[in-house]
């Protein structure tokens, strides 16, 4: 009987030992997700202090939970500690259990801590073996070429988009093509090596004829090398093909006219933009000087009354209007008194300002230092 009543205590302690046990993970088990979404809440709230503490014992306690290593770690690096951030994702790496689209994410989060920190070897390495992993994810391609682009690595950039287009056939890239063989151009001229940089100018148009960049630079290196009527050439094309930039030449185009005894072209060049890019001001306005020079001032009047026709708001327009009368010698006081009133607005700078995230310059943005973007600008007169 005692035995009996032995074996029934024992059996009664084994259960309440093991459901001590139980009760004790189950809220052990409680308290670790409890840090891990008080921690979400904080991002939400923009807690970073906080959700930082909460994540930091998530992992501490809960080394399974792989999304709380990663959100750890995007916020150490979007927080100014992007060496801690790569250092951590970097250690949750090596664990052999991860599946492949984790091991994706860590390489990603990888490539942007690395880039934040400046260790722009490393995140080209990163970013090479994720493209690798997934060679026609959008995503990690366009990362890639983003770390080229940072680098300078245009001719691996070049190559990369190249191999890019031999499967996307129906997608091709071909203006981002042409932007780095541009800019490859630029680093074989850095190098000294003008000729090898000229033909890269060259193809860039043959990929993208409305590459104004290439046209630009291509233009010049003939410039250099004394090849005007080459250079001229060259602008004709440009004002041809992309009138929207043409404007960009013209300075130079009217000099090189000049020395060459053919500045009587440059009348048909202007006539041409405009033509082609109605809302073109600064063929006009060139067009309008060109006729004042030759003392064709009822001429300059035509052209100037139909510009302010299609830009009635134009400062500059108008300003160039009523000094065209001024020096005519027509109305000389109003002129005189309207002349001080417009010179102020008649003061303006070429705004550039990318399309897409807004950021402006003084100078075109081929590829915006703000978001990377190529070719996405567009530009206004900021009075």
């Not at 995140?123 to 959008?138: P, S």
């Not at 950039?157 to 203006?175: E, G």
């Not at 490859?184 to 190098?191: M, Y």
């Not at 043409?246 to 000049?258: D, K, N, P, R, V």
Request: aromatic share 10%; glycine share 4%; charged share 30%.
């Amino acid at each position: 009987m005692i035995s009996y009543i032995l074996i029934a205590i024992a059996l009664l302690l084994l259960i309440l030992l093991i459901t001590g046990s139980f009760r004790r993970k189950t809220s052990s088990g409680e308290n670790r997700d409890n840090d891990y979404i008080d921690g979400l809440r904080s991002i939400i709230s923009g807690d970073i202090d906080q959700a930082i503490i909460k994540l930091k014992a998530t992992v501490k306690t809960n080394t399974d939970n792989v999304m709380a290593y990663l959100e750890l770690g995007r916020l150490f690096r979007e927080h100014g500690r992007p060496v801690r951030a790569s250092k951590l994702h970097r250690q949750l790496l090596v664990r052999g259990d991860l599946d492949a689209d984790i091991i994706q994410q860590l390489l990603y989060q990888l490539v942007l801590d690395y880039l934040a920190a400046g260790a722009l070897g490393k995140a080209q390495e990163m970013a090479e073996r994720l493209v690798e992993r997934k060679k026609k994810d959008k995503k990690y391609s366009d990362l890639l070429l983003q770390v080229y682009e940072i680098k300078g690595e245009w001719d691996k950039a070049l190559m990369y988009v190249q191999s890019l287009n031999r499967w996307q056939k129906k997608h091709r890239d071909l203006p981002r093509l042409a932007y780095y063989k541009v800019q490859s151009g630029l680093a074989k001229e850095k190098q000294g090596a003008f000729r090898e940089g000229r033909i890269r100018f060259r193809e860039a148009v043959k990929l993208d004829k409305t590459c104004a960049q290439a046209y630009l630079y291509w233009s010049k290196s003939y410039l250099r090398e004394d090849r005007l009527k080459d250079a001229v050439k060259i602008w004709n094309d440009f004002c041809e093909r992309v009138p929207q930039w043409a404007h960009l030449a013209f300075e130079e185009l009217e000099e090189t006219l000049f020395k060459l005894n053919r500045y009587d072209e440059i009348e048909g060049i202007y006539q041409k933009v405009w033509n082609k890019r109605p809302t073109a001001q600064d063929a006009v306005l060139r067009l309008a000087v060109y006729y004042q020079k030759l003392g064709k001032i009822n001429e300059a009047l035509d052209i100037l009354h139909q510009a302010i026709e299609t830009y009635p708001d134009s400062a500059r327009v108008r300003y160039a209007l009523i000094t065209t009368y001024k020096d005519n010698g027509d109305s000389a006081n109003v002129i005189s008194e309207a002349q001080k009133f417009l010179s102020e607005l008649a003061e303006t700078t070429t705004l550039y300002t990318c399309t897409f995230c807004s950021q402006s310059s003084e100078t075109p943005p081929w590829r915006c230092e703000h978001c990377g973007k190529w070719n996405n600008f567009s530009n206004q007169d900021n009075r």
